[in-house]
């Protein structure tokens, strides 16, 4: 699986931004699918999880309620919904595919290249 993340950029504080993520490969709609992101001088984070069929989603405390992971597997697309944007969600966000459903990224074996998201205050 091949993906490719997209949507950031910069916005204010309190604005909104919908990363997408795109996946090749035909066995796409079998793999669980997660965003993490990495801010400057900071380890990789886990931000939200989705199962295969997008029945069993998981996003962690600071984000809970201001983003949303869904997924389209008729277009092979993973959505991050971000609301409410705070300058401590800058960072570069990663999409990535896991065999079963995980928050450790150790568990992912496909990773896209990133796309940066800076909110400003």
């Known amino acids: 699986v091949q993906l490719q993340a997209s949507g950031g950029g910069l916005v204010q504080a309190g604005g909104s931004l919908r990363l997408s993520c795109a996946a090749s490969?035909?066995?796409?709609?079998?793999?669980?699918m997660g965003w993490f992101r990495q801010a400057p001088g900071k380890e990789r984070e886990f931000v939200a999880v989705i199962n295969w069929n997008g029945r069993a989603t998981s996003h962690v405390d600071p984000v809970k309620g201001r983003f949303t992971i869904s997924r389209d597997n008729a277009k092979n697309m993973v959505y991050l919904q971000m609301n409410s944007l705070k300058p401590e969600d800058t960072a570069v966000y990663y999409c990535?595919?896991?065999?079963?459903?995980?928050?450790?990224?150790?568990?992912?074996?496909?990773w896209g290249q990133g796309t940066q998201v800076t909110v400003s205050s």
């Open positions: 990535a595919a896991a065999p079963r459903y995980s928050s450790n990224p150790d568990t992912y074996t496909f």
């Open positions: 490969g035909r066995s796409f709609s079998s793999y669980t």
